[in-house]
C-alpha cells in the first residue's frame, strides 16, 4: 500500500527510480520491490524516500488510518531527526516492536482454546436452533 503511494509521488514529481534510489542511498532494483510492495517497507526507508521527494512523510498517509493515525506527528517528527541518529532511532523502535509483540502474545487466548470456543456453539446459540 505504502509503495504503491511513494511510486505515484515519484511519478507524479517526474522522478526516475534510479534517481530517487540514489538520493536515499539505495539499488534502484530495492526501489522497486518497496514500490511494488514486494519487501516490506521499514519507515527509516519511508522517511528518506518523502523526504527525497519533497514531502512529509505524515503528509502521504492516508488520513482513515484508524488506530495509527496518531502516528502522523512522530512520522512528521522523525525528519527533524539528524541522519546521523536514524540507525540509533530505528533500534528504539525495533525494540518498541519487539515488546509490542509479547504483549500481543501474551494477551492473546492460545489456540487451543480458540479451536475449542469455535468449535462449541454457545448456550444461547444451541437455544436459538431449536
Known amino acids: 500500500?505504502?509503495?504503491?503511494i511513494l511510486r505515484q509521488l515519484r511519478e507524479s514529481k517526474g522522478r526516475s527510480q534510479a534517481d530517487v534510489a540514489r538520493s536515499v542511498g539505495i539499488s534502484p532494483a530495492h526501489l522497486a520491490r518497496l514500490e511494488s510492495?514486494?519487501?516490506?517497507l521499514y519507515l527509516e526507508d519511508f522517511v528518506l524516500i518523502a523526504e527525497a521527494?519533497?514531502?512529509k512523510p505524515g503528509n502521504l498517509?492516508?488520513?482513515?488510518?484508524g488506530q495509527i493515525g496518531h502516528l502522523k506527528p512522530l512520522i512528521?517528527?522523525?525528519l527533524a531527526v539528524r541522519p546521523e541518529y536514524l540507525a540509533r532511532v530505528a533500534t528504539i523502535i525495533?525494540?518498541?516492536?519487539?515488546l509490542t509483540e509479547d504483549v500481543a502474545v501474551a494477551?492473546?487466548?492460545?489456540p487451543q482454546k480458540?479451536?475449542?470456543a469455535s468449535a462449541k456453539p454457545s448456550r444461547s446459540a444451541r437455544k436459538a436452533r431449536r
Open 107 to 110: 494477551t492473546e487466548p492460545s
Open 37 to 40: 510492495n514486494q519487501r516490506g
Open 61 to 65: 498517509l492516508p488520513n482513515d488510518l
Open 114 to 116: 480458540q479451536s475449542k
Open 94 to 98: 525495533g525494540k518498541i516492536v519487539l
Open 1 to 4: 500500500m505504502y509503495g504503491r
Open 76 to 78: 512528521d517528527r522523525l
Open 53 to 55: 521527494l519533497g514531502e
